[in-house]
C-alpha cells in the first residue's frame, strides 16, 4: 500500500509513523512536516519515502542538507505540500495541525485516495465542499479523532435511519472542576497540561477551553449528517468511552479504549479489516469507575458557539475556527486571557453574521480561504481590543 503523512512530524504523525514502521508492506511515498526538520528527515529515511516536504522555505536548506546521500528528494513551501498531495497514493494521513491542513487533505481526494481525517479543521471549515469532492472521485474519508472514529465502529452496519442520537465524551480538561473566577487566572503552562492525553499543544489548550469539543461537535454534523439536536456531549473525565450511538428502540452502543489514538489510526490504516494493534488492553475492574456529567456552557461558552455555527452552517465553521486559532496565538503569546479567547471567538462571530457570505453555501476552496483570512484579520483587530 502506498502512503503519505501530512504533518508527520507532530503527535498524530508520530504515532502513524510508529504503526507505518510496525508494517512490511508499506510504500512510502510523502512525508511532510513543519520546522521540525531533523525529525522529518530522520522519518523519511526510517521509512524510505520518496519525498520529504517542509512547509517552509527558508526551511529547505536544512531538510536538504539532513537528507543528503539518502537519494530522498527534498521540497518545500505551499505549493510543494499540494504537489505531494497529487503523487498517487492509497492512503494518506491529515494531521497538519490548524486550517494549513484543508488544501491538502482536499487535493488528495481528487485522486480518489482513502483520505484519513485527523485534521478538525478541514471539516469544520469546508465539511460540504470536501464531502462533494470525496464522492466525485470514488475517494473515502476515514475519520481519525477517536470520538468520530468510534462513532464510526458504533455505526458499522446499521441503518442511519435506525440511529436517534449520538453522544461524544469530552475529558473536561485540566479546569473541569474550576470556577468561573479561577479560569480569568488560568496559565498557558495549567491550559496546556491535559489529564489523560498526549497531544499538540494547540490542541491541547483548546481541550482547555473545550473548543476542541466545540471543533467535534461540528465535525460530526459534517461527517455523519447528524441534526445539531441528534448530536449531544458529556464530560466522561476517564476518556475510556469516547462516544456513544443511540438507536430508535433505546439500545446505546458505546465505543471503549484506552486514550491512546494509535486505535483510531491503526483502525482507518486497515480498515475494513481489525488488525492487531498495540495499545493496552483495558481492564474494566481495574478502572472500577466511569463517570459522566453535564458540561457546562457558561464556564465552557466554546460548546454553546459550537451550537449556533451548526445552525448557521455556511461558512460559520471557517469564522469560528479562524477566530479560535487567532485566540490561541493571542493566548499563546500572553496577550489573551484565557476566557478571552471565547470572548473573541463570540464577537468575531457576531460581527461577520451580518455579512451576507457567512450564510453562502460552501462551494469552493477559495471562498473558505477567503472567509479564513476576513475572519482573520477581523479577529486580530478585535483582540487588540480585548487584550
Ligand atoms: P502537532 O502540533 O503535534 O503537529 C502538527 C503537525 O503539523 C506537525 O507535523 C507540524 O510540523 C505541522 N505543521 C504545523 N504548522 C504547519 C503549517 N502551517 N503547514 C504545514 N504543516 C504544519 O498537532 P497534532 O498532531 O496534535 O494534531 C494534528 C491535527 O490532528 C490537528 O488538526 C488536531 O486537531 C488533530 N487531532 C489531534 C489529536 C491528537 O491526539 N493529537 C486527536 C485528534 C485530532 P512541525 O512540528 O515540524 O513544525
Given at each position: 500500500m502506498r502512503v503519505s503523512v501530512f504533518g508527520a512530524t507532530g503527535s498524530i504523525g508520530e504515532s502513524t509513523f510508529d504503526l507505518l514502521s510496525r508494517r512490511d508492506d508499506i510504500e512510502t511515498v510523502a512525508l511532510t512536516g513543519g520546522r521540525n526538520v531533523a525529525r522529518l528527515a530522520a522519518q523519511a529515511r526510517g521509512l524510505r519515502a520518496s519525498v520529504a516536504v517542509t512547509a517552509h522555505e527558508e526551511c529547505y536548506r536544512a531538510l536538504k542538507e539532513a537528507l543528503a546521500g539518502s537519494g530522498i528528494e527534498a521540497a518545500a513551501g505551499t505549493r510543494a505540500l499540494i504537489e505531494a498531495a497529487e503523487r498517487p497514493a492509497d492512503w494518506i494521513m491529515s494531521a497538519?495541525?490548524?486550517?494549513?491542513?484543508?488544501?491538502?487533505?482536499?487535493?488528495?481526494?481528487?485522486?480518489?485516495?482513502?483520505?484519513?481525517?485527523?485534521?478538525?479543521?478541514s471539516l469544520v471549515t469546508a465539511g460540504p465542499l470536501l464531502m462533494r469532492e470525496a464522492a466525485r472521485h470514488n475517494a473515502r474519508i476515514l475519520p481519525v479523532d477517536s470520538e468520530h472514529s468510534a462513532v464510526f465502529q458504533a455505526l458499522a452496519g446499521e441503518d442511519m435511519a435506525a440511529v436517534e442520537r449520538v453522544i461524544i465524551t469530552a475529558s473536561g480538561g485540566p479546569f473541569r472542576d474550576w470556577s468561573l473566577a479561577q479560569l480569568e487566572q488560568a496559565t498557558l503552562a495549567q491550559a496546556q497540561t491535559h489529564p489523560n492525553w498526549s497531544m499538540g499543544q494547540r490542541i491541547t489548550i483548546d481541550s482547555a477551553t473545550l473548543f476542541n469539543k466545540a471543533l467535534e461537535l461540528i465535525e460530526t454534523r459534517?461527517?455523519?449528517?447528524?441534526?445539531?439536536?441528534?448530536?449531544e456531549t458529556v464530560v466522561h473525565p476517564q476518556s475510556i468511552i469516547h462516544a456513544l450511538v443511540g438507536f430508535r428502540d433505546g439500545a446505546l452502543m458505546a465505543h471503549l479504549g484506552p486514550p491512546d489514538m494509535r486505535h483510531a489510526i491503526g483502525y482507518a490504516l486497515s480498515w475494513p479489516v481489525r488488525a492487531n494493534l498495540p495499545v493496552a488492553r483495558l481492564d474494566l475492574a481495574q478502572l472500577a469507575q466511569l463517570s459522566f456529567e453535564a458540561p457546562d456552557p457558561v464556564r465552557f461558552p466554546a460548546l454553546r458557539l459550537a451550537r449556533e455555527v451548526m445552525e448557521i452552517r455556511g461558512h460559520a465553521g471557517a469564522v469560528f475556527n479562524a477566530a479560535k486559532e487567532v485566540a490561541l496565538d493571542e493566548f499563546i503569546a500572553g496577550r489573551l486571557r484565557f476566557l478571552d479567547m471565547a470572548r473573541l471567538v463570540e464577537r468575531t462571530i457576531d460581527q461577520l453574521s451580518s455579512d451576507s457570505c457567512l450564510t453562502d453555501p460552501v462551494?469552493?476552496?477559495?471562498?473558505?480561504?477567503?472567509?479564513?483570512?476576513?475572519?482573520?484579520?477581523?479577529?486580530?483587530?478585535?483582540?487588540?481590543?480585548l487584550a
Amino acid at each position: 500500500m502506498r502512503v503519505s503523512v501530512f504533518g508527520a512530524t507532530g503527535s498524530i504523525g508520530e504515532s502513524t509513523f510508529d504503526l507505518l514502521s510496525r508494517r512490511d508492506d508499506i510504500e512510502t511515498v510523502a512525508l511532510t512536516g513543519g520546522r521540525n526538520v531533523a525529525r522529518l528527515a530522520a522519518q523519511a529515511r526510517g521509512l524510505r519515502a520518496s519525498v520529504a516536504v517542509t512547509a517552509h522555505e527558508e526551511c529547505y536548506r536544512a531538510l536538504k542538507e539532513a537528507l543528503a546521500g539518502s537519494g530522498i528528494e527534498a521540497a518545500a513551501g505551499t505549493r510543494a505540500l499540494i504537489e505531494a498531495a497529487e503523487r498517487p497514493a492509497d492512503w494518506i494521513m491529515s494531521a497538519i495541525v490548524g486550517a494549513a491542513g484543508l488544501a491538502p487533505g482536499f487535493r488528495a481526494l481528487a485522486q480518489g485516495a482513502t483520505l484519513a481525517l485527523a485534521n478538525k479543521e478541514s471539516l469544520v471549515t469546508a465539511g460540504p465542499l470536501l464531502m462533494r469532492e470525496a464522492a466525485r472521485h470514488n475517494a473515502r474519508i476515514l475519520p481519525v479523532d477517536s470520538e468520530h472514529s468510534a462513532v464510526f465502529q458504533a455505526l458499522a452496519g446499521e441503518d442511519m435511519a435506525a440511529v436517534e442520537r449520538v453522544i461524544i465524551t469530552a475529558s473536561g480538561g485540566p479546569f473541569r472542576d474550576w470556577s468561573l473566577a479561577q479560569l480569568e487566572q488560568a496559565t498557558l503552562a495549567q491550559a496546556q497540561t491535559h489529564p489523560n492525553w498526549s497531544m499538540g499543544q494547540r490542541i491541547t489548550i483548546d481541550s482547555a477551553t473545550l473548543f476542541n469539543k466545540a471543533l467535534e461537535l461540528i465535525e460530526t454534523r459534517e461527517y455523519f449528517g447528524f441534526a445539531p439536536d441528534q448530536i449531544e456531549t458529556v464530560v466522561h473525565p476517564q476518556s475510556i468511552i469516547h462516544a456513544l450511538v443511540g438507536f430508535r428502540d433505546g439500545a446505546l452502543m458505546a465505543h471503549l479504549g484506552p486514550p491512546d489514538m494509535r486505535h483510531a489510526i491503526g483502525y482507518a490504516l486497515s480498515w475494513p479489516v481489525r488488525a492487531n494493534l498495540p495499545v493496552a488492553r483495558l481492564d474494566l475492574a481495574q478502572l472500577a469507575q466511569l463517570s459522566f456529567e453535564a458540561p457546562d456552557p457558561v464556564r465552557f461558552p466554546a460548546l454553546r458557539l459550537a451550537r449556533e455555527v451548526m445552525e448557521i452552517r455556511g461558512h460559520a465553521g471557517a469564522v469560528f475556527n479562524a477566530a479560535k486559532e487567532v485566540a490561541l496565538d493571542e493566548f499563546i503569546a500572553g496577550r489573551l486571557r484565557f476566557l478571552d479567547m471565547a470572548r473573541l471567538v463570540e464577537r468575531t462571530i457576531d460581527q461577520l453574521s451580518s455579512d451576507s457570505c457567512l450564510t453562502d453555501p460552501v462551494e469552493a476552496l477559495e471562498t473558505v480561504e477567503a472567509m479564513d483570512q476576513m475572519a482573520r484579520e477581523r479577529a486580530r483587530a478585535l483582540a487588540a481590543g480585548l487584550a
